[in-house]
Nanobody, 129 residues
Framework: VQLVESGGGLVQPGSSLRLSCTVF???????????VGWFREAPGKGREGIAS????????YYADFVKGRFTISRESAESTVHLQMNNLKPDDTAVYYC????????????????????WGQGTQVTVSS
């Protein structure tokens, strides 16, 4: 399984970005088999969970620090999960990773890195004036 992230970049505070994560298996789209989460790692900090969406999109979880600003969504036809990020702040500067898991994420473990089976390479997001 391969996860490919895109959409990072350098933006000013208050701007928006949309990150995308496409899931491949044996060169074919394979999103429906996995729940997907987004994580980020800022310089000098540990990796933290941002959001997670279940296979059917029936369960969605967000970290408190992004509620109301970030939205996670799935597009099965494109085997892609998006993370729409609005009103970006300098503290959002980090490398953003998507990750896939075959198990159902729950309220107690959606941000548990150990539960995710596959990871992308990461995409840099820099918020600076």
């Amino acid at each position: 399984v391969q996860l490919v992230e895109s959409g990072g970049g350098l933006v000013q505070p208050g701007s928006s970005l949309r990150l995308s994560c496409t899931v491949f298996r044996f060169d074919r789209f394979e999103l429906d088999a996995y729940a997907v989460g987004w994580f980020r790692e800022a310089p000098g900090k540990g990796r933290e969970g941002i959001a997670s969406v279940s296979k059917s999109a029936g369960r969605i979880y967000y970290a408190d620090f992004v509620k109301g600003r970030f939205t996670i969504s799935r597009e099965s036809a494109e085997s892609t999960v998006h993370l729409q990020m609005n009103n970006l702040k300098p503290d959002d500067t980090a490398v953003y990773y998507c990750a896939a898991r075959s198990s159902m994420p729950g309220a107690g473990d959606w941000d548990d890195e150990a539960k995710y089976d596959f990871w992308g390479q990461g995409t840099q997001v820099t918020v600076s004036s």
